[in-house]
């Protein structure tokens, strides 16, 4: 089974800190996505990366940063938090198949991140 | 741009079919997924359309039409474990390939 592990279940922090979130996963996959999700607005994509050292900006990458060193983690830095970034944090991965598709995305267990 | 729509909630009796509907106006599409959500767990994948038709897994079915811009989920023999919130999530290949979900429906089973 494929496992996605992301370092903290909760978390809470103080605005203008900088806060690290971390996701391993386990599955060799080229693909990782960070998603955060909101009531209401269900699950935004933040940044994504399809191998290593390579990252794009999602649908809300302000006030985020990310970086990809080795294929197996992506890490997702708010640069300076803010109480707007209180959320619950997503992570995922995937494969690349035939053609070229993406395929289904697995999820960790997500962070849910306090910003006060 | 993207924009999928899916209701906010729904409600069925154990035993029942439940059909949740998905429409979009995605530029690039070219495949829909959908994912159970059980409150404060993570997403979890249910089923994958890529050509028009039905995909059937067990008690769940899933359908899509490309020209209609529609899927549905069929969940059949509704169970109380179902009660869960379920999401649409598109494929598009607009730049880089990426999925982007809807809001989900919430769907709550009763006895």
């Known amino acids: 089974d494929v496992k996605v592990t992301q370092s903290s279940r909760y978390l809470v922090k103080r605005t203008g800190e900088k806060v690290f979130l971390e996701c391993v996963q386990d599955?060799?996959?080229?693909?990782m996505f960070w998603y955060r999700q909101d009531p209401g607005l269900g699950l935004r994509l933040i940044y994504f990366s399809y191998d290593v050292k390579m990252k794009e900006k999602g649908d809300i990458p302000e006030g985020y940063s990310v970086s990809r060193e080795k294929k197996e983690r992506f890490s997702l830095i708010l640069e300076s938090a803010s109480t707007n970034q209180t959320s619950m944090y997503l992570c995922?991965?995937?494969?690349?198949?035939?053609?070229?598709?993406?395929?289904?995305?697995?999820f960790g267990q997500g962070t849910r991140l306090t910003v006060v | 741009g993207q924009n999928i729509d899916q209701p906010t909630e729904m409600t069925a009796t154990e035993g029942a079919i439940v059909q949740i509907n998905c429409t979009y106006q995605t530029s690039g599409f070219n495949g829909l997924f959908w994912y159970q959500q059980h409150a404060g767990e993570a997403p979890t994948f249910l089923s994958y359309?890529?050509?028009?038709g039905l995909e059937e897994k067990g008690r769940f079915s899933s359908f899509l039409s490309w020209s209609k811009g529609y899927s549905y989920l069929l969940l059949k023999e509704l169970q109380m474990k179902d009660s869960a919130s379920y999401l649409c999530a598109v494929r598009t290949n607009t730049g880089f390939q990426k999925l982007v979900f809807g809001t989900g429906t919430r769907l709550l089973v009763s006895p």
């Open positions: 359309n890529v050509l028009d």
């Open positions: 599955m060799d996959h080229e693909n």
């Open positions: 995922a991965s995937s494969l690349t198949r035939d053609r070229g598709l993406i395929t289904e995305a697995f």
